[in-house]
C-alpha cells in the first residue's frame, strides 16, 4: 500500500520517519557554497553522494554549479536518469563490469574519472574506443589521506598515457584532502595549504613538459572556504554542506550555514517513567559519527539510539509526551542518514512542495 | 544499464561490492536454530529485521518457523507481498497513517501487534472494526530494557481492554530483553532469569483473573538458546543469528552457528604503498559496532572505513594486490549491513544460486 504523497499539505501529514529538507535553507546553503566559489574564482561541481537525489541535484546546476561530482558509477547513473549531464566520478572505476557501465554511460553524459593506475587507463581506453564515446580523466594525486592517488612525479607517466591513448581525454588532476575534514582550525588550514603546495607541484612538473591541466579538482565541504583561495584548485567538490549536519557545525566547523535536513520522527511509547521512545533508530539515522539532537522540544534528548527506536530522555522542562507526538531531529551526519530513506520531503514554511525520490541510495557498484 | 543477474555462474561474475549467502552455512544456522526451539518446546518466529529479504524469510518458514516476526508494518507489507502470510510486528504501531496500513495488511495475512498504550488499542481497534479485519495483540511488558512496554502488574489493565474491544484478539504477552545480548554469559544467564521472571509474574497476575495467554514472545540472536529453555517463552524472536557476523560471534558469543553473510569488495587502488583500497566502505557495512574483517587474504586487514572505500594494511606476509584484485570480508554486524544493498546473491560452492531482492532495505514506516 503506497501512499499518495501529500504535496502543499503540512509536513504533519506525512508518516515517520519522515526525512525532509528546508527548501529556504537550501537555498541559502547553495547560494553561499556557489557564492564563495565564484568570489575565489573557482568553478563549484558539487558531490551528491550525501544527497542522492537527482532533483537536488538539478538544484545545484540552477544555482551555479558546473555539473556534479558522484562517489560510484551507479550513482551517476541514477544522476544521468535525473537529467545531469555533466558528471565527475571522484574514484577508480575499476574491473570490466564497471567499465562497460562507464563507457555505456559516456554515451549520455559527459562523463570523467579519476585514474591512479596504468593497466586501468588502458582497460577504460580499450572500452571506450568499442563503444565509440569519450571518458575524461583526472589524475588522482595522493595530497596526505594516503586513500587512493600517486606522487607528482608519478603524475607525469599516467598524464602523458591519458593524453597518448585513444577513447580517453586528459582533463587535469584530483587531489581529495579528506584528511583534514575534521581537523582543528589551525592544523586545517596548514594542512589544506600543504595539500594545495602538492597538487602545485604536480601541475609544475606537467607544465616543465608542456602539459597543461583544464581542471584541478578537490576540496570538501570541511575546508572549501580555505581551499578555494589556496590559488590551486579549479574546482570544488564540497557539496555535502548544502544539506549540513551536527558534524559540519560541531566537528568541521562550516561557517555561515543554515541546517537544511530534518528528521521527523513519532513517538510510540511513554510506558517507561522519565523515557520517551520514538521510531526512528540507527536505521533511520546514522550514528557511526555521533547521535542527532531534538530541536522540537527542549528537555528531550536523545540518549541513544536502537536499530528502530530513538531513547529519548525527559530532562527538566520537557513537556509532557503522549504517543504520536512527532519529533524533529537534526542527523549528526547527512552522509549517513539520507542513503537510508527512499524519499525526501521538500518543505518550505512547514509545507511539502516537493517529494524527491532518493534515487541512488542502495547505488554502491 | 541493469546487469543480468549471472545465475549459475560463479560468484566472482557478479559486481563489487557484492553481499552473498552462502546457502550451506545458512542452512546449517536456521536448522540449529529450529532444532534449538523445538528441543525447548517453543516455537519459533525469527526476527527478519536483519535478512529484509522475502526469499531468505520463506526458507525460514520451509525451516520450521511458526510465522516471522517484523519490526515495522512497511517491512511487514514487504514480507506479505513476498508470500509470507503469518506476521508479528513485534513494536508499538502508532498513529493514523500507519494504523491504516496495518488493518489493510490484516486484510491479506494474519497480523499481531505489541501494544503498552490504551488509546493506541482504541484506534486500532476502532480501525480494525472499520475495515472489517482483526488485528492480534501482544502486550508488551518492559522486561529491563526500559524500552517500551508496561509493568506486569499494568499489564492486566491491557489485557481486558484487548479482551473486551471489538476488532482485536488478546493474543498474549511480549518482553524483548534486547539489553542482555551484549552481556557476558555469566550476567547473560542471570538477566535472561530476571526478564523471564518478569513475564511469568505478568502471566501469573493474568492468571489469577482467569485470563490464559497463547503466546509469551521474546528471544534474540544473543540469549535464545538461554531463554528457550526458562520455561517463560512459548515463541522466540531471534532470527538475525541465520545469517551470523562478528557481533553475535565476538561480542554475543552465539554457540554452533556458521557465518553465512559475506561482503565481496574489489582493490581500486594500490598506489600508496603498505596499503590496498576496496571499494565496500561503510556505505556498504555498517560500522557503529565495529570492524569487518578480511576472510580471503592472510596478512590483509581492515584498517578503517571510508564511505565508499575500504583501507586495507598489508601486513606481514600479505600477498601482491593489484586493482582488480577481490576481496571477501565478513560483515562486522548484519543489521547494519544487509540493508545498505538492494540485492543479495545466494551462493553455494562459490555458484550464484539465486539472486534475493532486500525488498524491505528502506522499510522504515
New interface residues.
Partial sequence: ?T?EPPLGRPLGEA???ALWVDLDALDHNIATMAGRCAEAGVDWRPHV?ASKAPDLARRLVAGGAVGITC??VSEA?AMADGGIVDILIA?????P??IA?LV??AGRASVCVAV??E??IGEISAAAVAAGVRVDMLV?I?VGA?????TPE?ALDLARMVIDLPGVGFRGLMGYE?HVMGMQPEDKEAESARAADILRRARDILAAEGIEPRVISGGGTGNYWIAASLGALTELQAGGGVLMDLSYRDGMKVPGHRQALFLDA???????PG?A?A??G???T???TGLPAVVSHAGVRVLRL????T?LELTEGAPAL???ERITLVPHYS??TV????QMYAVRGGVIEEVWPIAA??A??
Avoid: F, Y
Avoid at 594516503?146 to 600517486?150: A, E, L
Avoid at 536502537?306 to 527506536?309: K, L, M, P, S
Fill in positions: 500500500m501512499l508518516d515517520t520517519p553522494k562517489a560510484k547513473e574514484n577508480e572505476v575499476v574491473g563490469l564497471k557501465r555505456t554511460l591512479d593506475d593497466r586501468n588522482d595522493n594516503n586513500r587512493c592517488g600517486v608519478r579528506g513519532q513517538v510510540v511509547s511513554t510506558a517507561v523515557r521512545i521510531d526512528a540507527w536505521k533511520a546514522g550514528m557511526h536502537n536499530a528502530e527506536h531513547i503522549e504517543p504520536g552522509d549517513s542513503l537510508l530513506h527512499r541510495a542502495g554502491l557498484q
